[in-house]
C-alpha cells in the first residue's frame, strides 16, 4: 500500500470511522443507496448513512436524490469518488501542515516558562510580574526550550512536503 493510500485510510478511519472504510473498500462499480449497501454489507443503514455523510463532507462522496416512483420517498444514490482521494490528501495535508507552521511561528516569537511541578506555562512577560513563581503551587518557573520540540515539527512539516510532492 502506498503513503498517499495510508494517509487516506487514516482519514476516512478516523472522519467516517470503521464503517466509512467498508464502504470505501467495496469499491462499487456503481451507484447505490443507501439502503442496498446496507443490505450488501450487512451494517445497519442509519450507521451506513453516518458514514457515506462524513465521506461526503470530505469530499469523497456525492449523491443524487430521486424519488421513487412507487413510495413517493426520497431515495439517496450514492458514488464513492476514488478520483477525488488526491485532492482530499493534499488538502488535508495542507491543513496540518499550516497548523504546525503556525505553532513554530508562536513557539519562535514567545518564549516561555514553565513550573517546575507543570502547573502552568506562562509567557516570559507573566512569568516576571508572578517573580517567577508558580501561581498555583508556588514552584519555581523555569525557562522553557523548545529548540528540540521545534525541530521536531520542522522535521514534520517537511515530511508532508515530501508527501505532497509526490502525490
Ligand atoms: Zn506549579
Avoid at 37 to 48: D, Q, T, Y
Avoid at 78 to 105: A, F, G, M, P
Avoid at 145 to 160: F, H, P, Q
Wanted: charged share 40%; with cysteine.
Amino acid at each position: 500500500m502506498s503513503r498517499a493510500e495510508e494517509l487516506i485510510r487514516e482519514l476516512i478511519d478516523r472522519v467516517a470511522g470503521e464503517v466509512g472504510l467498508i464502504i470505501w473498500d467495496m469499491r462499487p462499480r456503481e451507484e447505490l443507496t443507501d439502503e442496498e449497501m446496507s443490505i450488501i454489507l450487512g451494517i445497519e443503514i442509519n450507521e451506513v448513512r453516518r458514514a457515506l455523510f462524513a465521506l461526503y463532507e470530505l469530499g469523497l462522496a456525492e449523491y443524487r436524490r430521486k424519488r421513487d416512483e412507487d413510495t413517493g420517498w426520497i431515495e439517496y444514490y450514492w458514488r464513492i469518488k476514488y478520483d477525488k482521494q488526491k485532492d482530499v490528501l493534499r488538502r488535508e495535508l495542507e491543513k496540518v501542515k499550516r497548523k504546525l507552521e503556525e505553532k513554530v511561528q508562536y513557539e519562535s516569537e514567545n518564549i516561555h516558562y514553565m513550573c517546575e511541578n507543570g502547573c502552568v506555562k506562562v509567557r516570559y512577560e507573566e512569568a516576571m510580574e508572578l517573580n517567577f513563581t508558580c501561581p498555583r503551587c508556588g514552584g519555581r518557573l523555569e525557562y522553557l526550550d523548545v529548540t528540540e520540540a521545534l525541530d521536531k515539527i520542522r522535521e514534520e512539516i517537511k515530511k508532508i512536503d515530501e508527501i505532497i510532492a509526490e502525490l
